[in-house]
């Protein structure tokens, strides 16, 4: 995250400087350890990103600013940008939904959803599947796939040891995700897992069928590993769910049949739409990543994130020959008539123009 709108700034002649999260804390280390190491010290600078220094930092002018992060802190960073006139680039997130379709591959969905949602930092990405929207009659045959995925992936009963479950970065943000189960609506809706370790900051895989859609676990970005499934009588309505939330950075369908593919496509919004998968489009430099709305403005990755760090600067050169007198006051009727007939591309009339053989 940090890495890479830095590899676009540099590409594009840019000094930089990176302020990684200090939340982080091992992240913010390696940077602030190798970036120095291997860089022009000159050039790329790595600060600490606390409250005062970054409040500092916003208030010099600069040509651009990247920022990824919370939709409240991207709120500062723009009006902050906006005393400059800075241009910003924002990804932000937001709740990414997955559609999943009867016509689909039950097994293969539930493995390329769990994997997007427990194998990538368990659940702690900006892209991470947040709900999953299913109709209530396949709705046991999705929630059993998933479950069989989850033994596939980590054992029956996966503890806090299981070294492919990434643990919740911070004591706060553990607080936070584990509030999510402790809300009583939403608890007795728990389907598997539910358990934690709150020495370890461990919540392990819980999925969850079908908890209030007015709970606070359904308004707020969940970065945890919690999957709520939301069952809809007809697939189509979750096209309407959908559109009652903010613009998520990333929405995932999963179906084999064209008609639904297009009209999710056409009358949904995202930063990113992915149909059959979940997460891997991140690897793919050639598509530019980005939000749109609360999810975030601008676009990086490959040649976007160089074009995200240049201006396109038009440079026009002109000969000092063929100095036509008609562009230049007073602009009698025979001049309109040249000028009219050149903005018209009327080339050949214009000839005769020239040679006196007309008006």
Known sequence: MSLDPLIGAIGAGNAAVLMPSIVTHSSFTVLNELIPKYLDKNAIKVVGCETRVTEEMLNLQWDKIFFTGSPRIAKFVMQKAAEHL???TLELGGKCPTIVDSSTDMEVAARRIAAGKWGVNCGQS???PDYVIVEKGFA????????????????????????????LVNEEHFRRVKAFLEDPSVSRTIKHGGGYDIEKRYIEPTILLDP???????????LGPILPIITVERIDEAIDFINTKEKPL????FTENDDLKNEVINKTSAGTMLINDTVIHVTMQELPFGGVGKSGMGAHHGKFSFEAFSHMKPVMVRSM??????????????KRNILRRIARFQYLPLLLVWLGLTK
């Open 86 to 88: 800075t241009p910003v």
């Open 126 to 128: 900006l892209i991470a």
């Open 140 to 167: 046991p045959v999705l929630l059993k796939a998933l479950k069989n995925a989850l033994r596939s992936f980590f054992g029956s009963h996966p503890s806090p040891e299981n070294p492919d479950l990434m643990r």
């Open 212 to 222: 209030p859609r007015n709970a606070k676990i359904m308004r707020e970005e969940i």
């Open 250 to 253: 990333a929405l995932y369908l």
């Open 321 to 334: 020959a063929g100095d036509v007198d008609a562009r230049y006051p007073p602009y009698t009727p025979e």
